[in-house]
């Protein structure tokens, strides 16, 4: 018979303030919200072992992927090889150092972070001498930077960066090209095997208990905010309205994101504005024999399509120009509802929701694909790379819209969704 692993009171849904009163869990045990269907939490068998074992692995594969050459092309007699590493370099020295510390942060920076936390944050468990307060920024570190994960975004930009200087030169994929792919494998495996409330629980315990039947209505979907309770986005703890920071995590809580709608209008209003010259300038600078031909990003979509690489540019075209469209288009519109909602079903504005935060990120694509051909391709007249103005200006926009959705509160939706149903019960009466 499976043994209970996690012990829990009552904890809000991030999504609509339900509050709920979560049974104990066994191993492979889900917990969904009833009125929104967000899984609220996850227990995986044999989880602290399973992770351990993932985060060892992740960093071994780490290691080789920086050691050994990842890519390596001939054209015409010239041969060139380069790491991972040497392509962040090439990046930096060619003056494009934001660009190379986008890479960099995306790729090595926050992945060791999170991995590395994992690790000292499981050995704390085994030593509860270490201070709590050490224990909780480890926690919030896991929790703060794992949106920001783009290993496995990277990897696609990568198989689409081959595609493309097939036309040009001869490819090898090297050792470390594999070792990164069993790198990203290990990495997105990790992260859906930590869930933050079993690792909140895990470190400090269950949160405080909180009764929240209602004698009244005892069948009627109670939110936190009516029970004059907040539930912290960091932990799942729930905490009395009158406090500002999270009992258990310490981390400030509010029964509402402070002006969510205000911060996420205006990240999408700068994103609408760097879309226009991400699109018109050009994203890269190929030379080939002496002669040098901008791409914009419906241009390298036209030419992946004029040489048969139909899959690729339908990517590219998806994630480039699909996506962030649609990303600020749903966006808009939810922000909209928050403040004239209409009649569509509260459950697919939040289905759109949660798509929306999603894709997002899977628009750097193109931003991985500039910058691993601008590190790899550089041979001189015969053959080079370079990023154009547009790459930074497109790495904005999908930074802008994936913190725009950050800052989005959907909870705010189904304030809406009870206000008209209060004011349809008013009018029946």
Request: hydrophobic share 50%; with cysteine.
């Amino acid at each position: 018979m499976s043994k209970t692993r996690f012990y829990e009171t009552v904890t809000a849904c991030d999504e609509c303030d339900h509050l709920h009163v979560i049974p104990p869990l066994k191993s492979g045990e889900r917990f969904k919200c009833g009125r929104c269907q967000h899984v609220v939490l996850s227990v995986h068998e044999h989880v602290e072992g399973r992770i351990l074992g993932t985060v060892f692995s992740a960093l071994l594969m780490l290691s080789l992927a920086l050691v050994f050459p990842f890519l390596g092309f001939s054209s015409r007699g010239v041969e060139r090889s380069s790491t991972l590493l040497g392509s962040v370099d090439v990046l930096i020295g060619q003056d494009y150092l934001i660009l190379g510390s986008i890479v960099c942060l995306a790729l090595f920076i926050f992945p060791a972070i999170y991995l590395f936390s994992l690790l000292v944050l499981f050995w704390s468990f085994k030593h509860p001498d270490i201070s709590l307060n050490a224990r909780r920024h480890l926690t919030r570190w896991v929790v703060a930077i794992q949106p920001w994960l783009m290993v496995d975004v990277f990897l696609v930009g990568a198989l689409v960066a081959l595609v493309k200087m097939r036309s040009l030169a001869d490819i090898e994929l090297g050792l470390s090209f594999w070792a990164f792919c069993g790198y990203v494998v290990l990495l997105i495996r990790t992260v859906t095997l930590v869930d933050r409330r079993w690792l909140w629980n895990k470190m400090s315990g269950a949160a405080p208990n909180h009764v929240i039947e209602d004698k009244q209505h005892p069948d009627e979907l109670k939110t936190a905010k009516l029970h004059s309770l907040i539930g912290c986005h960091f932990c799942g703890a729930v905490s009395p309205n009158s406090h500002s920071h999270c009992s258990r995590c310490g981390h400030s809580i509010h029964s509402r994101r402070p002006h969510s709608l205000t911060a996420s209008i205006a990240f999408l209003i700068a994103a609408v504005i760097m879309f226009v010259p991400a699109n018109v300038f050009p994203i890269m600078q190929t030379t080939f024999l002496g002669g040098s031909e901008p791409s914009t990003i419906m241009g390298g979509v036209f030419l992946l399509w004029s040489l048969g690489s139909y899959p690729v540019a339908l990517v590219i075209f998806l994630a480039s120009v699909v996506i962030p469209l649609t990303k600020i288009l749903s966006l808009s519109w939810l922000c909209w509802q928050c403040y004239y909602p209409t009649e569509h079903d509260i459950l697919k504005k939040v289905w759109l929701y949660r798509v929306t935060e999603v894709i997002g990120r899977w628009s750097m694509i193109d931003v991985f694909v500039v910058a691993l051909l601008a590190g790899v391709v550089q041979m001189g007249n015969l053959i080079s790379i370079l990023p154009g103005q547009a790459v930074l200006s497109f790495a904005a926009v999908v930074i802008l819209t994936m913190l725009s959705a950050v800052m989005f509160d959907p909870r705010l939706l189904w304030d809406k969704e009870d206000e008209i149903m209060q004011a349809s019960k008013g009018d029946d009466k």
